[in-house]
């Protein structure tokens, strides 16, 4: 991904590539083209999967909230609105969700067990009174199942936040994210349709979803998270079809598809370490990512195969020669 120093730079060097009409200018140009009709196109099936819970959220929001500093206030806003949710399961369904992680908070490191403490009183401290007594009724029948130990820690735990509320100091030990702890396995992840329904399909356009209420917290505008994110988005678009026709020029059709099916595979290799939360279902989850990489391989081969011809890349290869020979 292009930082924003790298991205000017950048610019700077089309432009100056362009004023001199070095052929190099074609390759960066159509390279670009392919890249962001190919993010469009990618984006029509990356869409449909996150309408029909096939994908986790809008992820160019996601990366608006990362840019604009809204992604550290999200997690705290997840685990309120599911705190909110289990309020309004019955009975039994209440119980089924929150025991295993309840039970699972119990067998924390103290300084993590506290940060996840603090996010669910957070929560509870959010709802009417009914619902917020229907869930510590839960809450209070699962510790009194949990071994002697384990309901001593939480209880010591849940003392010193009330004495120590989350705005004193908190220790040098109190981490400042929960996202290690899922990243660890020490918490269980939350199913990807109900991460979907918790932070709001659409984003900060789902009102009283996670990532509008943590966007509302950081003083961010719904409209700057969305520009963000997909000016983002679509930067690296640019960027996957520049670096292809740098690398391979005009290439073929197969090209096109194996390089868009590489990008797919960092995704895939990178997801659960940028969504620790949410428990993606592999290898279901796959299916929308590659379909909409081979998507936008077509625009990127097409611009390329059409408007980077032989004469091109000759003249490319002989102003690089020239290079070399100057040096």
């Given at each position: 991904?292009?930082?924003?120093?790298?991205l000017i730079?950048f610019?700077?060097l089309?432009?100056y590539l362009?004023?001199?009409?070095?052929?190099?200018?074609?390759?960066l140009?159509?390279?670009?083209?392919?890249g962001?009709?190919?993010?469009?196109?990618l984006?029509?099936?990356?869409?449909?999967?996150?309408?029909?819970n096939?994908f986790p959220v809008d992820?160019p929001?996601?990366?608006?909230?990362?840019?604009?500093g809204?992604?550290?206030?999200?997690p705290?806003?997840v685990m309120a609105?599911?705190?909110?949710?289990?309020?309004?399961l019955p009975?039994q369904?209440r119980r089924?969700?929150?025991e295993?992680?309840?039970?699972?908070?119990?067998?924390l490191?103290?300084g993590e067990r506290?940060?996840f403490?603090?996010?669910?009183?957070?929560?509870?401290?959010?709802l009417?009174?009914?619902?917020?007594?229907?869930v510590?009724?839960?809450?209070?029948?699962i510790?009194?199942?949990?071994?002697?130990?384990?309901?001593?820690?939480?209880?010591?735990?849940?003392?010193s936040?009330?004495?120590?509320p989350?705005s004193?100091?908190?220790?040098?030990?109190?981490?400042k994210?929960?996202?290690?702890t899922f990243?660890a396995g020490?918490m269980p992840?939350?199913?990807?349709?109900?991460?979907?329904?918790?932070?709001?399909?659409?984003?900060?356009h789902t009102?009283?979803?996670?990532?509008?209420l943590a966007a509302?917290e950081?003083?961010?505008?719904?409209t700057?998270?969305?520009l963000a994110?997909?000016?983002?988005?679509?930067v690296n678009?640019?960027?996957y079809?520049?670096?292809?026709?740098?690398?391979?020029?005009?290439?073929?059709?197969?090209?096109?598809f194996?390089?868009c099916t590489?990008?797919?595979?960092?995704?895939?290799?990178?997801m659960?370490r940028?969504?620790?939360?949410?428990d993606?279902?592999?290898?279901?989850?796959?299916?929308?990512?590659?379909?909409a990489?081979?998507?936008?391989a077509?625009p990127?081969?097409?611009?390329?195969?059409?408007?980077?011809?032989?004469s091109?890349?000759?003249?490319?290869a002989?102003?690089c020669?020239?290079y070399?020979k100057?040096y």
């Amino acid at each position: 991904m292009l930082t924003l120093p790298a991205l000017i730079v950048f610019v700077i060097l089309v432009i100056y590539l362009a004023y001199s009409r070095d052929t190099l200018f074609q390759l960066l140009l159509w390279g670009a083209v392919g890249g962001v009709v190919g993010t469009a196109t990618l984006d029509i099936v990356r869409l449909l999967g996150v309408k029909f819970n096939a994908f986790p959220v809008d992820m160019p929001q996601m990366f608006g909230a990362m840019a604009l500093g809204v992604a550290p206030k999200l997690p705290k806003n997840v685990m309120a609105r599911m705190v909110a949710m289990f309020a309004d399961l019955p009975d039994q369904r209440r119980r089924e969700m929150m025991e295993p992680r309840i039970k699972a908070i119990s067998e924390l490191p103290d300084g993590e067990r506290k940060l996840f403490m603090e996010m669910m009183m957070n929560g509870l401290g959010k709802l009417p009174e009914e619902k917020r007594n229907r869930v510590m009724k839960t809450q209070l029948e699962i510790l009194s199942s949990l071994p002697e130990d384990n309901r001593s820690r939480m209880m010591k735990t849940m003392d010193s936040i009330i004495m120590l509320p989350p705005s004193g100091n908190p220790g040098r030990d109190a981490p400042k994210s929960p996202m290690a702890t899922f990243r660890a396995g020490r918490m269980p992840k939350i199913p990807m349709s109900m991460f979907n329904s918790l932070v709001g399909k659409w984003g900060v356009h789902t009102r009283g979803g996670a990532l509008d209420l943590a966007a509302e917290e950081a003083g961010v505008s719904s409209t700057s998270l969305v520009l963000a994110g997909y000016l983002w988005h679509v930067v690296n678009g640019a960027s996957y079809g520049i670096a292809y026709t740098l690398i391979f020029g005009s290439g073929s059709w197969i090209l096109a598809f194996a390089w868009c099916t590489f990008i797919w595979l960092v995704m895939m290799a990178s997801m659960p370490r940028m969504m620790p939360m949410v428990d993606l279902p592999y290898p279901r989850f796959t299916l929308v990512p590659l379909l909409a990489h081979w998507a936008m391989a077509i625009p990127i081969g097409y611009f390329a195969l059409v408007y980077i011809g032989p004469s091109v890349l000759q003249a490319v290869a002989s102003n690089c020669s020239l290079y070399a020979k100057s040096y």
